[in-house]
């Protein structure tokens, strides 16, 4: 008999980022008792490091934008492979979630006339970005915790308590969502697993309704621009309650993370530098992007800098500079110019924005910008160019939603929105559109949470047994006395060595150039790491140590990476933010395919736990193909499908 | 890829316990070009220390979770470069002195979401739909200004209101939160005077603006470098003062509120 405290609320939001906490405000709108569990204290997730804007067409700079340009855009910056339905409804309403954030207290840079600025920033062919200088990112993460307080203070009039339907728990983490059945990988979430960081207490919560918005992957990798948290949680979380992840393949490289002192290397550099004027230059002085326009972009990007320069005053009659390409091409050219040895003298290239705007409009429109490299690499970017290279950013990758619902694939009552759901992006995501991603899809996801829970009667409701619960919690103390085996690879392993050796590996074998030989070898190594991983070893005792939580993590992490080289190894070609030294081209044959990651414990050759499905991805709308010229059409889509419309 | 022509050995007096007992511990560790101290930190985790608690998230200055006093002096670890300290010198390490420790580097902060609480939120203006918000730079710009926070609580740990006196805490809201009033209170268009609600009158009756002497240490020690006094406290008071010593506006609220 387990003694683990349980609770019960209605809906569960794991993760209190820009999602998480988006869908939890809806579902205590619609009157559910709802629990966000967060690994970090409230207000300090990731999305507080988002720079550079909210896309959202809502038309105030240049009228000439509306939903179906965005959707138009967001589908070439994929490369076609976004779930069609996904794009729509993120392009139609972002708007609407721009301006709700006003309503919470919301405060945008202005244009002249008083609305809300929009800039410019890749892959959007019109300034499309609500920003705050460049921390939108806090912008938006403080004006929904300041939301939440504010429902918080509702309830505290009516009943005395600020957290009777609304409460945070801040500083935990969930290492299992408890189900119905825990043997049937199809039966009903009854609720999460949960362990508190400052005491170690763990503690259950029984919910029908249970929210993944945990966020990405990157810290399986070495060089990125993602916090601690970001360890894949909620991707292996899916996996374990019986959920597939689709698009595990493409993984974002942000071309321009710091490279110098190595200490930041990875931190990054928002886009908005180059959407604000900023320009990229070798070592030889040369605007080098100007040489990787590829050929499905050439119509819409300036074939030189002057007409890139003019772009920037009159956007009707001059196309846009390549330095404001799609994220994957500008990743793909900097690795490039590095590798030809142009690069600039600490392994990355020249961005320069000192040359193009007065020192004071910097000092104004980057001040984060600014501030991060006069503190920390005693570089002046009002006087001197920066040295930038790609870091790893973000996953296209997640669990396999439905689109209007925000419901995983096979799993009633797990829902997921955010970075940890997957489908939304396609190949490649472009800048901006995460944000608004959170906003759209954390708001569905409340919405639909908070639907299943309120249709079910008390009686109806799922229930975890005992057992999971104490098999949850034996899962969880294992660091403290790890099973010691016969033999000479028994003994016990530092769990900080197990990540850094899981970092490089995924970073020199699963990086943003990739080649078959390499991510076999990946996935050999990520099994063996896989067993050393359960003979993690952990000092001292439960409360709020971080060898025992990283040790926990490495579960979730190695899963996740699995899942990126399975998948990379099986996509034969080069898409968005998946590259292959060993299949350059695009293969239209591949567009439709999407591939699935489902956790299978047969353990095939490589001992590995994840096995790959096909599936097709769903036909783009008639109305919606008629956005694109046939041209256009014709380099993304197979005859077959062209011939059809 | 590490230029270890440049790393030193460093001495750090890092302070480990709980909040029963604990002291300063002495280590010796190495570091590299261009770190700062929460590299060193981590270095000492992954080597001698395992177990040793400190809180972080992003280490890019932006969320601020890794706030600690280096030398006595509060300060955010990931923006605190070793080349800041002589090579030979002993830096120590303690936990934020305002709020109980939980362990080692990690303190309690939930002082600071308690105060945010008893804020009153945002009060939407009636009748002007979502995306019919019209303001100007010049107005949003000073609570921006205010906005910037990135609530690591170093101005809130620094301040000597509550930092020797945990009896000033009921009263007193600290630095971040009198100049989240403040930001309320400068939105173009926050209405809470229709709803009755004064904040000006609210900042010092109810959250403690008038034991702020204006020592300014909290402008010094915020990592945004928001000018927390001048911009924010200071000029709160004034607005403070306006309310309670005009007559016209005290007959204004006698007569609003005998209405209600």
Same mark, same amino acid.
């Given at each position: 008999m387990s003694t683990v405290e349980r609770q019960s609320w209605d809906v569960v939001v794991v993760g209190a980022g820009g999602a998480g906490l988006r869908a939890a405000i809806e579902a205590r709108e619609r009157g559910l008792r709802t629990a966000v569990v967060c %690994?970090?204290? +409230?207000?300090?997730?990731? !999305?507080?490091?988002?720079?550079g804007g909210i896309a959202a067409a809502?038309?105030?700079?240049?009228?000439?934008?509306g939903w179906q340009v965005h959707f138009r855009d967001t589908l070439r910056g994929g490369k076609f492979l976004n779930h069609p339905r996904m794009a729509e409804l993120h392009a139609r309403e972002a708007p609407d979630r721009v301006w709700e954030l006003e309503t919470w207290g919301a405060l945008f840079d202005r244009t002249k006339d008083g609305r809300i600025s929009q800039r410019n920033f890749g892959?959007?062919? *019109?300034?499309?970005l609500a920003h705050v200088g460049d921390r939108t990112g806090l912008e938006l993460i403080r004006t929904l915790q300041q939301r939440v307080v504010a429902l918080q203070q509702e309830d505290f009039k009516e009943s005395?308590?600020?957290?009777?339907?609304l409460k945070v728990f801040q500083e935990c983490t969930v290492t299992r969502v408890l189900k119905?059945?825990?043997?049937?990988?199809?039966s009903r979430v009854a609720g999460v697993f949960c362990y508190e960081r400052e005491s170690g207490r763990f503690f259950a919560i029984d919910a029908p309704s249970v929210v993944l918005a !945990?966020?990405?992957?990157?810290?399986? +990798? %070495?060089?990125?621009?993602?916090?601690?948290? *970001?360890?894949g949680d909620g991707h292996a979380l899916a996996l374990l309650a019986g959920a597939p992840l689709v698009n595990m393949e493409f993984v974002q490289f942000?071309?321009?993370?710091?490279?110098?002192p190595p200490s930041v290397k990875g931190i990054l550099v928002t886009e908005s530098v180059r959407g604000d004027g900023g320009v990229l230059r070798n070592s030889e002085g040369r605007r080098f992007m100007f040489d990787y326009i590829p050929e499905v972009f050439r119509e819409q990007y300036a074939k030189d800098e002057a007409e890139a320069d003019r772009w920037y005053t009159d956007p009707d009659n001059n196309r846009r500079p390549p330095?404001?390409?799609p994220r994957d091409e500008v990743a793909r050219a900097i690795n490039a110019e590095v590798k030809a040895g142009?690069?600039?003298?600490?392994?990355g290239v020249f961005l320069d924005v000192s040359t193009r705007l007065p020192a004071a409009e910097i000092e104004r429109r980057l001040p984060s910008m600014h501030h991060q490299f006069k503190q920390?690499?005693?570089?002046?970017i009002t006087k001197e160019p920066m040295e930038v290279g790609p870091t790893c950013h973000?996953?296209?990758?997640?669990v396999d939603v439905?689109?209007?619902?925000a419901a995983a694939t096979g799993v009633p009552g797990l829902f997921a929105a955010g970075?940890?759901?997957?489908?939304?992006?396609?190949s490649n995501r472009l800048g901006g559109n995460s944000l608004s991603d959170l906003l759209v899809f954390g708001r569905r996801a409340g919405l639909h949470a908070a639907e299943l829970a309120a249709a079910l009667t008390a009686g109806e409701r799922p229930q975890a047994d005992e057992a999971q619960l104490a098999a949850a919690e034996a899962e969880a103390v294992r660091p403290f006395a790890p099973p010691v085996d016969e033999g000479a690879d028994a003994a016990p392993e530092n769990p900080y060595a197990i990540h850094q050796e899981l970092q490089q590996a995924m970073n020199d074998l699963v990086g943003i150039i990739r080649r078959e030989s390499e991510m076999t070898e990946a996935l050999t190594r990520l099994a063996a790491l896989r067993r050393r991983a359960e003979r993690a070893a952990v000092e001292?005792?439960?409360? *709020?140590?971080p060898g025992w939580h990283l040790a926990l993590d490495l579960r979730n992490m190695l899963l996740v990476s699995e899942c990126v080289a399975r998948a990379a190894r099986e996509r034969t070609e080069s898409r968005g933010g998946h590259t292959r030294d060993d299949h350059p081209g695009m293969d239209r044959a591949w567009r439709r395919v999407n591939l699935l990651c489902r956790l299978d414990d047969s353990q095939g050759a490589d001992g590995g736990a994840v096995r790959l499905e096909r599936r097709d991805l769903p036909a783009i709308r008639p109305d919606l193909l008629d956005l694109f010229d046939d041209d256009e059409l014709a380099k993304y889509l197979t005859e077959e499908e062209v011939k059809d419309r | 890829m590490t230029d270890t022509s440049t790393s030193y050995d460093a001495h750090l007096r890092v302070w480990r316990g709980d909040a029963g007992s604990g002291g300063l511990e002495d280590f010796t560790v190495q570091v590299n070009e261009g770190e700062v101290i929460l590299d060193v930190i981590h270095r000492l985790q992954a080597t001698?220390? #395992?177990?040793?608690a400190v809180r972080w998230n992003c280490?890019?200055?932006?969320?601020?979770?890794?706030g600690a006093e280096i030398d006595g002096r509060p300060r955010l670890m990931c923006m605190?470069?070793?080349?800041? +300290?002589?090579?030979?010198a002993t830096i120590t390490i303690t936990p934020l002195r305002t709020f109980p420790v939980v362990r080692d580097l990690v303190t309690d902060v939930g002082f600071n979401y308690t105060k945010a609480r008893e804020i009153p939120a945002f009060v939407p203006p009636e009748g002007v739909a979502p995306g019919e918000y019209r303001m100007r730079q010049e107005d949003v710009e000073r609570s921006q200004e205010f906005r910037k926070?990135?609530?690591?609580f170093l101005c809130q740990d620094v301040c000597h209101v509550v930092r020797d006196h945990e009896e000033n805490k009921q009263a007193f809201a600290g630095p971040r939160f009198l100049m989240r009033m403040a930001e309320l209170d400068m939105? #173009?268009?926050?209405d809470a005077e229709a709803q009755g609600l004064d904040r000006r009158r609210a900042v010092t009756e109810?959250?403690?603006?008038?034991?702020?002497?204006?020592?300014?240490c909290c402008t010094e020690v915020c990592p945004e470098s928001i000018k927390i006094t001048d911009n924010a406290l200071i000029p709160m008071k004034e607005r403070a003062a306006d309310r309670s010593y005009d007559p016209l506006v005290w007959l204004g609220n006698k007569i609003r509120r005998r209405r209600e």
């Open positions: %690994k970090s204290l +409230f207000g300090k997730a990731h !999305t507080v490091m988002a720079e809502m038309g105030n700079v240049n009228a000439g934008d892959g959007h062919e *019109y300034p499309r005395g308590d600020h957290e009777a339907r119905e059945d825990a043997a049937d990988q199809g !945990t966020g990405g992957i990157g810290k399986s +990798f %070495k060089v990125t621009s993602n916090s601690w948290e *970001y360890t942000h071309p321009t993370g710091m490279v110098w330095e404001l390409l142009r690069g600039s003298p600490h392994g920390l690499a005693d570089v002046d973000y996953v296209m990758g997640g439905d689109p209007d619902t970075e940890v759901a997957g489908g939304m992006h396609g001292g005792h439960r409360q *709020y140590n | 001698e220390a #395992p177990d040793l280490k890019a200055g932006k969320c601020g979770s890794c605190t470069r070793m080349s800041l +300290f002589a090579q030979d926070c990135i609530e690591c939105h #173009p268009l926050d109810d959250h403690g603006l008038g034991y702020c002497n204006i020592t300014k």
